[in-house]
């Protein structure tokens, strides 16, 4: 069970006109440079993002979530992002704890502390996370799933210590009757390692895939965000495939859409 800790980690966008191929290319190596990559089982994970009606969470740069996988489920508070000294890495806050009611208790009291929800129910029903988000007048402001195999990311040699966790994302983002996919790699630091090690795995990465593998400062949440208006706006025209995957030039519009935009 995780709990408070400062979350390091790069993201890295498939922007392919065939991302599936890329990722089942990064999927199948074994190592990186003198980093081993150990697979783990696979998963499916099911994000929701909660905040209140008039998005004060978002303003504050906090972002909530219940998150299944299989019959389990998380409930995650993360905090402003903040660069590091590298391209393309970030670190922040992030409380993430088995689904419960003191689980619960321990994040709505950072959010009552920043006076962003009421103070917690007693008559809440626990065994339901919506039900319960929802009477605290919380509601979904973005629904994903992601398709994610996992790499343990090893020292080379015996050493069994795990450094940090590479995972290959297929992210499914859902805006009504619409599903639009993007494929990304995201590299995260294992708690106590250096990220000094994330440094050099993308910059590894980055050599070995070139253009079609690019650097990444923007949260899922807010690239989910700024595709969700986007496609309402029309900005999306031409650049979706057959199968909705995000195309290349995707990318570029998305970014320098959430950088005008500041959502």
Excluded: C
């Excluded at 917690?120 to 195999?149: C, F, K, T």
């Amino acid at each position: 069970m995780r709990s408070d800790s400062r979350e390091i980690e790069a993201a890295l966008v498939i922007g392919s006109e065939n991302p599936q191929v890329v990722a089942s290319q990064i999927a199948d190596l074994t190592a990186i440079g003198n980093y081993r990559l150990l697979p783990q089982a696979p998963q499916l994970i099911h994000d929701l993002y909660l905040d209140t009606p008039d998005r004060a969470l978002q303003t504050q740069q906090l972002a909530l979530r219940v998150r299944e996988i299989g019959t389990t489920h998380w409930v995650t508070l993360k905090g402003p992002s903040q660069p590091t000294g590298w391209e393309g890495g970030a670190e922040r806050l992030e409380i993430e704890l088995l689904w419960s009611k003191d689980a619960l208790a321990r994040v709505l009291a950072e959010l009552v502390d920043r006076g962003k929800v009421p103070q917690q129910r007693q008559d809440l029903d626990y065994a339901h996370p919506l039900e319960a988000m929802a009477s605290l007048g919380l509601q979904v402001i973005q629904d994903r799933e992601n398709h994610r195999r996992v790499r343990n990311i090893l020292k080379g040699g015996e050493s069994d210590s795990v450094l940090a966790e590479l995972a290959i994302d297929s992210v499914a983002y859902h805006f009504g009757g619409q599903e639009i996919r993007q494929h990304e790699v995201e590299i995260e630091a294992k708690e106590g390692s250096s990220s000094a090690v994330i440094k050099l795995l993308v910059e590894s990465l980055v050599a070995m895939y070139g253009p079609v593998l690019r650097r990444w400062g923007h949260s899922k949440l807010a690239t989910g965000r700024a595709i969700e208006k986007m496609l309402s706006e029309g900005l999306l025209e031409g650049l979706l495939d057959v199968n909705n995957n995000l195309k290349p030039l995707a990318y570029d519009r998305i970014d320098d859409y959430l950088e005008r935009s500041g959502i």
